[in-house]
């Protein structure tokens, strides 16, 4: 088979210069003939200047990153590290609108780090300037030639040495070398900041604070160089004459993803210091290929090769490269770009390995990157789609172990759901409630904030579920996964409501239709029948609760299959399994309308037109109730209800398009899929790359690399189906590394269409179910 990786080997720090001139053409998707606009402002109280990410190159190891600017004359770099929250575990409010900032004790936001700037002297004339990142190898850049030098610049957040390094070098006529002043600034004013040079001529930056929460953080900045001297002036390092230097970069807090330590670990210093020296005792080029080798055993998992965008747009840098592609959507002609939309895809993956790693907090509705003491919505974990939809390309595009930080999120933050859920539910009898549940906000120590996402946790069950399926880590799925799932379930056996003959007893807080035709509506159901009571289909305006929300209905259908199904790969709770089967089976099912549209609630009524989310059809995506080969009827609801959302307004939001891109794939419709794609490139795609709602959130990014994932492989339906959605602009193509369900990874070919060749590895199966070209076979699976 031929593969053609998207972003081969990239700049090195060795000399080689990447062209950013059009009329040369790099393999670099994400390269740009410009510097990023830097704006001094930073507009604060929740809605923020998406200036910030528009134009920024992204770097991060997880833990800790950074947004590059990449000036010539002035650089930029805006510090973040994922644990430097203010608020508590304490916080239970409905409205978190008074509870955000930087010094509150109880929901809080995700705080900036710092700012480093470095101001170079003797740049004021530039030329040949280029900027980019290598989603190859997880490396930013920039080279121009200034004041008479060719400038290199480099930039890594390392996994393995936990650090963040720049490096830059000169080379040149005009013999002056690299002068610059490097300080870290920081908009906590209680930070402290000292700067010194050792005998040896490292010079070092000290930053250190503590929020009003007791959080404390410290950062440590140490500089070194060739040919030239480092001094310590006032807040600053001053830099002359020298041929290249290296700055190490490590951040730290004393938080613990850890809710029995009280969110509390390690004090930060000795640990940000020791990794600052440990990397200074490593050559540049070993820890260059230490960081590079570990992001590519996950990065290099996957190779998508789409075909060969037209050579007039391959040349092109990334904001003139998009303005293209979105001009030739607008008049409806083909893009000709596919290794712009492989880029998307790859970018996706790279920024999940960047803001996801074990051993952290998972990726926040920013992902990593934050510049704001009140960004929006607090860059918090949303629970209604959002932090679910960062990890649904986790499982798919092979890179399971990103979703590690999820998993010990749910795991820790419901030991504080417990306490919160028992104070304001109780059980359907009147008693005290089990298990847990939460708002539709959470911060970094599990306190809650908004309004109640009541299938919140059953959503999270999903999740543990899915990592089960794809790795088939049974000790996994008996230690962590089935006890929450179980836990999950008590709450929901104690909280189903049963209906009255004919729904008489009924509940809702709409007033749009009588109550006599209601009645009328229900009156199919039969007595007993299972509804979640006082559900809010997310997020529809005025916010009214009502019984059997589809969204709510579906997430417990699914919460109770998988966990009986669980019972029965470990040989547990028979019994109890069997009846979380019989009371799945007991819960209202999806109803179809007199327009043959999925109601979204039991009640037939519109809602808000063209709404932004599509909750009654998680059966669909990203559950599985709902499929085309089992429930028809059902299928062409949906397919009808997606039809009737629209793509306009409202539902141009940057996890819309991704969402319904892997609806659109669920149900079969490659064309409408692939539609998708192209409207979140054209109308919710920033210069960088990154999606904005707006403003700036992740979650698009990475939901747009599953949903390019399920149009090329899906698995749910206990076989492996290969191009189940392949859309007719991708005639010819290939992917390799793909992940089916059952630690299965998927290598497939096709030209014109149809399948060409294929092969299935796996550690642990011998055989499986696959569908190919309009057939289904079993066939061998070879191992690794």
Avoid at 168 to 190: K, N, T, Y
Avoid at 192 to 197: D, Q
Avoid at 470 to 479: K, N, V
Wanted: hydrophobic share 35%; glycine share 10%.
């Amino acid at each position: 088979m031929r593969w053609f990786d998207l972003a081969v080997l990239g700049w090195c720090f060795c000399g080689v210069i990447l062209p950013c001139v059009e009329g040369a053409e790099s393999a670099d998707v994400i390269r740009f003939d410009r510097e990023a606009v830097w704006k001094a402002s930073r507009p604060q109280g929740g809605t923020g200047d998406g200036s910030w990410a528009s134009d920024t190159l992204p770097i991060g190891n997880g833990r800790m990153g950074a947004m590059i600017y990449g000036g010539a004359q002035t650089d930029r770099l805006e510090l973040n590290e994922i644990s430097l929250w203010s608020g508590s575990s304490e916080s239970d409010v409905g409205d978190k609108s008074k509870h955000k900032g930087p010094d509150s004790l109880t929901f809080g936001s995700y705080q900036p780090f710092g700012t480093l700037t470095v101001s170079y002297r003797g740049h004021e004339e530039v030329k040949d300037y280029c900027r980019g990142l290598s989603l190859e190898e997880a490396v930013a850049y920039v080279s121009c030639e200034a004041g008479g030098a060719k400038v290199r610049r480099e930039y890594f957040a390392s996994f393995p040495d936990q650090v963040m390094v720049m490096e830059a070098s000169a080379s040149g006529s005009s013999g002056r070398g690299i002068s610059a002043d490097f300080e870290v600034a920081s908009l906590h004013p209680q930070d402290r900041f000292s700067v010194s040079v050792d005998r040896d001529g490292t010079g070092w930056i000290r930053q250190a604070g503590t929020l009003k929460n007791g959080l404390r953080y410290e950062g440590v900045y140490a500089l070194t160089c060739k040919g030239g001297t480092i001094a310590a002036e006032g807040n600053r390092l001053v830099l002359k004459g020298a041929k290249s230097y290296r700055l190490l970069m490590s951040l730290g807090t004393d938080y613990a993803l850890n809710a029995d330590c009280g969110w509390r670990g390690e004090a930060p210093s000795r640990l940000v210091e020791r990794r600052v020296k440990d990397a200074l005792a490593k050559s540049a080029d070993e820890l260059r290929k230490r960081h590079v080798d570990n992001y590519r055993s996950l990065y290099g998992r996957v190779v998508l090769d789409l075909g060969v965008s037209d050579s007039s747009v391959r040349q092109l840098p990334l904001d003139k490269r998009l303005a293209v592609y979105g001009k030739a959507v607008d008049g409806n002609v083909s893009p000709r770009d596919p290794e712009l939309e492989a880029a998307l895809f790859q970018f996706g993956r790279y920024l999940l390995i960047s803001s996801s790693r074990p051993g952290s907090l998972p990726a926040n509705l920013q992902g990593l990157w934050n510049y704001s003491l009140i960004p929006p919505w607090d860059s918090d974990y949303h629970n209604n789609i959002n932090v679910q939809m960062c990890y649904w390309p986790a499982e798919t595009t092979n890179l399971s172990e990103c979703s590690q930080p999820l998993m010990e999120f749910i795991r820790e933050t419901s030991k504080v759901a417990g306490p919160i859920t028992r104070k304001h539910f109780k059980a359907i009898g009147g008693g005290p409630v089990r298990g847990w549940t939460a708002r539709t906000a959470q911060n970094a120590f599990g306190g809650q904030g908004f309004s109640w996402n009541t299938p919140a946790s059953a959503w999270y069950a999903l999740h543990l579920w899915e990592h089960y399926l794809f790795t088939q880590d049974r000790e996994f799925l008996a230690r962590e996964a089935y006890p929450l799932m179980k836990e999950i379930c008590h709450f929901w056996e104690d909280s189903l409501k049963e209906l009255d003959a004919g729904g008489a007893n009924f509940q809702t807080e709409y007033k749009d239709v009588p109550r006599e035709k209601m009645l009328e509506q229900l009156k199919r159901l039969p007595k007993g029948t299972l509804v979640a009571p006082l559900g809010w289909s997310p997020e529809q305006q005025p916010e009214r609760r009502e019984d059997g929300v589809a969204h709510d209905q579906q997430i417990v259908w699914e919460l109770f299959s998988n966990t009986a199904q669980a019972a029965d790969v470990l040989g547990k709770d028979r019994d109890w399994a069997r009846e979380l089967r019989r009371k799945r089976d007991l819960l209202a099912k999806p109803v179809v309308n007199g327009k043959g549209r999925l109601q979204e609630w039991m009640i037939d009524r519109e809602g808000n037109p063209g709404h932004r989310h599509t909750s009654h059809l998680f059966a669909v995506y990203p559950g599985c109730w709902i499929s085309a080969e089992k429930t028809p009827e059902w299928a062409e609801a949906a397919r009808l209800s997606l039809i009737d959302r629209g793509t306009a307004g409202d539902a141009r939001r940057s996890w819309t398009w991704a969402w319904r891109a892997n609806l659109w794939a669920r149900l079969r419709e490659g064309d409408r899929a692939y539609a998708m794609v192209q409207g979140l490139l054209r109308h919710n795609i920033m210069k960088s790359m990154f999606a904005t709602h707006p403003p700036m959130q992740i979650d698009g990014n990475l939901g747009i690399a599953a949903g390019m994932a399920e149009m090329l492989v899906q698995s749910h339906a206990d076989t492996v189906e290969l191009l189940p959605a392949l859309p007719s602009a991708w005639k010819d193509g290939s992917v390799k590394g793909l992940k089916a369900r059952g630690n299965i990874t998927v290598d497939v070919d096709w030209k014109d269409g149809r399948v060409t060749g294929y092969r299935l590895t796996s550690p642990s199966v011998r055989s499986a179910r696959v569908r190919v070209n309009g057939r289904t076979e079993t066939v061998a699976v070879h191992k690794p």
